[in-house]
Nanobody
Framework: EVRLVESGGGLVQPGGSLRLSCVAS????????MHWVRQAPGKEFEWVAT????????YVEDSMEGRFTISRDNHRSTLYLQMNSLKTEDTARYYC????????RGQGTQVTVAS
């Protein structure tokens, strides 16, 4: 059974940082392209970042480029999203997904950026 468990969200002030984690199980993590997506209240899902199975190639959405970094530890079957210089518009529930950015996802972790 595919399982994705996100954690690390919380309430942070604008300009702050958070590191999200996603622990994967039930599939070959090291052979799978992984993604982060997010959904703000009342909005559609939005792609955030993608990383290749080996972690050598990654892409981040333009508005988050330079602030967000996606990484992975294949030995721990864990995906990460380091988020710096957070803005109020980054408030959303963040999910990790596998294969495609609309693929299977976990329950998500809430990130709220507010003063």
């Amino acid at each position: 059974e595919v399982r994705l468990v996100e954690s690390g969200g919380g309430l942070v002030q604008p300009g702050g940082s958070l590191r999200l984690s996603c622990v994967a199980s039930g599939f070959s993590f090291s052979n799978t392209i992984m993604h982060w997506v997010r959904q703000a209240p009342g909005k559609e899902f939005e792609w955030v970042a993608t990383i290749s199975n080996g972690g050598t190639t990654s892409y981040v959405e333009d508005s988050m480029e330079g602030r967000f970094t996606i990484s992975r530890d294949n030995h721990r079957s864990t995906l990460y999203l380091q988020m710096n210089s957070l803005k109020t518009e980054d408030t959303a529930r963040y999910y990790c997904t596998k294969d495609t950015w609309r693929g299977p996802r976990g329950q998500g972790t809430q990130v709220t950026v507010a003063s």
